[in-house]
């Protein structure tokens, strides 16, 4: 069973700019989560989204935004990006029944400079 | 408010030595309660999960918890530690609705030859 994947892996943008990640969850699951992981913040909770609806966000600015499609995929956008986003963003997804976990991908590593 | 409370910021521990990550909760809905481990640059590996049942429950790589209602508890432990073992862990806190994990900030663990 495929995992959890992100694209792309890594990526390096200026401050200003805008940026799509991408997530594949795996096949089955309907919710997708995103994560912010910068240097000494931890695991920052962005946004939720099931069944292809946003169901909650973190406390972040508009200028972080996504999706979820049809087939479950979901993309993050930022926008004006800042120094300050650069950072590992992590997808995640889970079934319905979250007692079978969460399963994490690899994250896309973003350096805004 | 609900958080995540990991005590110990970094933990050296010698190889064949036993370890115990700390972790304590404070939710106010049942909790979902897991174990993650993240080795440098990468995604969040499940290593276990409570959310029912048995208080001692086992995961990959030789690791258990134990959930402790009464001390709002859900503390990580190895037997016998390998070099392998060096990353960081996560303990994070969900529930049944689906809402966002809650990590906490994450124990780092060395292990020493």
């Known amino acids: 069973e495929a995992g959890v994947t992100q694209s792309p892996t890594h990526l390096i943008k200026t401050r200003g700019q805008q940026v799509t990640l991408r997530c594949s969850p795996i096949?089955?699951?309907?919710?997708v989560y995103w994560y912010q992981q910068a240097l000494g913040l931890g695991l920052q909770f962005l946004l939720w989204?099931?069944?292809?609806?946003?169901?909650n966000r973190g406390n972040f600015p508009p200028r972080f935004s996504g999706r979820q499609f049809p087939n479950y995929s979901s993309e993050l956008n930022v926008n004006a990006l800042e120094l300050e986003d650069s950072a590992l963003y992590l997808c995640?997804?889970?079934?319905?029944?979250?007692?079978?976990?969460?399963?994490f991908g690899s994250g896309t590593r973003l350096t805004v400079v | 408010a609900q958080s995540v409370t990991q005590p110990d910021i970094h933990i050296t521990v010698s190889e064949g030595a036993s370890l115990e990550l700390r972790c304590n909760y404070s939710?106010?809905?049942?909790?979902?309660l897991f174990w993650y481990v993240q080795s440098p640059g990468q995604g969040l590996q499940l290593l276990l999960k409570?959310?029912?049942?048995?208080?001692l429950v086992q995961g990959i790589k030789g690791f258990e918890a134990e959930f402790k209602r009464s001390q709002s508890s859900f503390n990580l432990r190895k037997p016998s530690v390998h070099w392998s073992d060096a990353a960081e862990y996560f303990c994070?806190?969900?529930?049944?609705?689906?809402?966002?994990?809650?990590f906490g900030k994450g124990t780092t663990l060395s292990v020493s030859s």
């Open positions: 995640a997804s889970s079934l319905r029944d979250r007692a079978y976990g969460y399963t």
């Open positions: 096949s089955g699951h309907t919710s």
């Open positions: 989204y099931d069944e292809g609806e946003e169901r």
């Open positions: 939710y106010g809905a049942t909790p979902y």
């Open positions: 409570y959310f029912s049942g048995d208080t």
């Open positions: 994070a806190v969900g529930n049944q609705a689906g809402t966002a994990l809650i």
